[in-house]
């Protein structure tokens, strides 16, 4: 089977790094993710071969070095076998190692690189309006804009309990997990999530698809670490248009 990437070439060029967002992961993780949720998805098959290095640098308009990092990655992941002389072979054993393993928003189309746009970090009193958890009054508060490749599909509101840690905002990244394992020193295990459709906020950023108070899906979810108390809440405003919720069981 001949391999192309799901995404067109111009989607799947990572951001030259004069442009790039400063709280945008490497780009040869952004790489490895993406190869990763491919291989969720099952456009990437336990046992295929990926087509030559060079050309999978071209496709991706980055140079073979950065790709090789990126295959690294998933070889230490125990994703990709490479095999001197025959090439390098992906071995499906699921993501939970993935930065977005837990990410469930995807494209229409399949697929997709999340990224986020940062619109705040707050370190604050909890509002009697959020469901208990965690073991403090006080948390981190972060409001995003969330991306999958260049389309925009939704806003979160996340709030981390302070018994966890406190959010530094100058060294959170795209992924708050990665942020979490090695910024805070724990790692999300577990998450219960609830799906339902709820109208935007009020604080819905202006270059949002919708309007605030429109009616889009919505996402709860309570996160655990190694603790008995979920130490992370938090709600998901996504455009049905543009994204669908998808949960695949192994």
Do not use: C
């Amino acid at each position: 089977m001949v391999y192309q990437f799901f995404l067109r070439p111009s989607e799947a060029t990572p951001v030259p790094p004069a442009n790039r967002n400063p709280n945008a992961l490497p780009v040869y993780i952004q790489i490895a993710e993406l190869l990763i949720r491919d291989i969720a998805a099952g456009r990437l098959i336990d046992g295929e071969r990926l087509p030559p290095e060079r050309e999978m640098a071209v496709e991706l308009n980055v140079s073979v070095g950065t790709l090789r990092k990126s295959l690294a990655e998933l070889e230490k992941k125990g994703m990709l076998e490479r095999i001197q002389g025959s090439g390098n072979y992906v071995r499906e054993t699921g993501t939970q190692n993935s930065v977005y393993a837990m990410f469930r928003l995807e494209l229409h189309a399949g697929g997709g690189l999340p990224r986020a746009d940062l619109l705040s970090v707050d370190a604050l009193q909890k509002p009697s309006d959020l469901p208990k958890f965690g073991t403090s009054d006080l948390g981190s508060r972060v409001r995003r804009m969330r991306y999958l490749n260049d389309t925009i599909i939704a806003i979160e509101e996340i709030w981390l309990d302070e018994s966890a840690g406190l959010i530094d905002r100058n060294l959170l990244s795209d992924s708050l997990y990665r942020y979490y394992q090695r910024q805070l020193g724990f790692w999300v295990t577990r998450a219960e999530d609830r799906v339902s459709v709820q109208p935007l906020p009020d604080w819905t950023p202006p270059g949002f698809t919708k309007p605030p108070g429109e009616t889009v899906g919505y996402i709860e979810r309570f996160s655990w670490s190694e603790k008995a108390e979920p130490v992370e809440f938090s709600k998901t405003w996504f455009d049905p248009d543009r994204a669908t919720y998808v949960q695949r069981l192994k």
